[in-house]
């Protein structure tokens, strides 16, 4: 049986120039006792992938495929098969990689039973799956920022239309607190507008609206909570409409990493604004192992009732053949932060396969 996986051979900006995709025999992997085989359903392209690639993430991918890294860190798999140690997982177990590292756009993997969790069986299908821990656990994770948020509070976000801002206007709803959506200016700013507001966002504005009414809103709004997946000037504007005692968290740099924000007497002294950063794996490492579980079990029931609604992704299909390593190349031209230029571009998302998309 074949299997196909994604590699790269040298850190680069330019990720497709760099990547290409290795067939082989995957009946020669034999499993460990503490191992398991696991066939991936489907993994998203996360800004977080593209900085692996480039050589400017900390983490590093843990396995290699001729040599070379294995890419992703995120996705859903089903297992196939497990090592005769492995008490925790059953073939047929939907599971997501607990940590990062563990190379996710590959068809197949063998990888540790200790490296995964376990997702509860649900109606989800793959890609609502691929997305719980990076896409629905920091949108979580970042409203806990602000431990006393409270019904009647204001949230404001920026990169709106991003996988993670449409989960935290759904958290941010769930929690009977109010969000202001920032996007950027658009041709189909009205329909991006109703999109939004169908998710739960109360207000959505434009980067250039924002501008102008900045100062109205921060004096109508009780803002308490800012959160920048931007920086720079984008995330500048989010800091000057939070209310005295509010908390600003940047939790990315898509306007580059090279930008800054200025700490105005107003901000530091007389508003006492709280200025914090979030990374995942960090938050993540407060909770145990049974209370990630609990944790993704929570938000499948989320969606199961339809509190929780996916954001619209472009779907990449993952098919065996000689135009795979064209179609990864081109998906990872569009995620490429050049493209992000680009307004109105969705994330990539792989799915693996026309066997793999039952539902989960």
Request: charged fraction near 20%; aromatic fraction near 6%.
């Amino acid at each position: 049986m074949s299997a196909q996986t994604v590699t790269f051979r040298k850190h680069s900006n330019n990720p497709s120039d760099v990547v290409r995709v290795i067939e082989y025999d995957s009946r020669q992997t034999e499993l460990g006792p503490e191992e398991v085989c696991i066939q991936f359903l489907a993994a998203p392209i996360n800004p977080q992938d593209l900085l692996v690639i480039a050589g400017k993430y900390p983490v590093q991918p843990a396995q290699q495929c001729e040599g070379e890294p294995i890419p992703g860190y995120d996705g859903v798999a089903r297992v196939e098969r497990i090592g005769s140690a492995v008490t925790n997982l059953q073939p047929g177990d939907q599971v997501i990689p607990r940590q990062h590292g563990l190379g996710t756009w590959r068809s197949q993997a063998v990888v540790p039973a200790s490296s995964l969790l376990q997702v509860p069986s649900s109606h989800l299908d793959s890609v609502s799956a691929a997305l719980l821990k990076m896409g629905c656990g920091p949108a979580y994770l970042l409203l806990q920022s602000r431990q006393d948020l409270r019904p009647g509070d204001w949230v404001v976000l920026n990169a709106a239309t991003g996988v993670i801002a449409q989960m935290v206007i759904q958290f941010a709803r769930l929690r009977g607190c109010h969000s202001l959506s920032i996007i950027r200016d658009r041709d189909d700013v009205d329909s991006t507008r109703k999109q939004l507001l169908a998710l739960g966002a109360d207000l959505v504005v434009t980067e250039t609206e924002l501008a102008a009414q900045g100062p109205v809103l921060a004096a109508q709004k009780r803002i308490v909570l800012a959160l920048d997946a931007v920086f720079g000037s984008s995330g500048a504007r989010l800091a000057g409409l939070l209310t005295t005692g509010g908390t600003y968290v940047n939790y990315g740099s898509l306007g580059g990493a090279t930008e800054s924000i200025g700490l105005t007497q107003e901000l530091i002294f007389w508003k006492q604004i709280k200025f914090k950063h979030f990374r995942l794996s960090q938050a993540l490492a407060h909770f145990s192992q049974s209370q990630q579980e609990d944790l993704m079990t929570w938000f499948c029931r989320l969606f199961e009732t339809g509190s929780l609604r996916t954001p619209a992704v472009d779907r990449v299909s993952w098919e065996t053949g000689p135009s795979l390593e064209a179609t990864v190349k081109q998906a990872l031209q569009t995620a490429a932060p050049r493209a992000k230029q680009q307004v109105g571009v969705r994330k990539q998302v792989f799915v693996f396969g026309p066997g793999n998309q039952r539902p989960i």
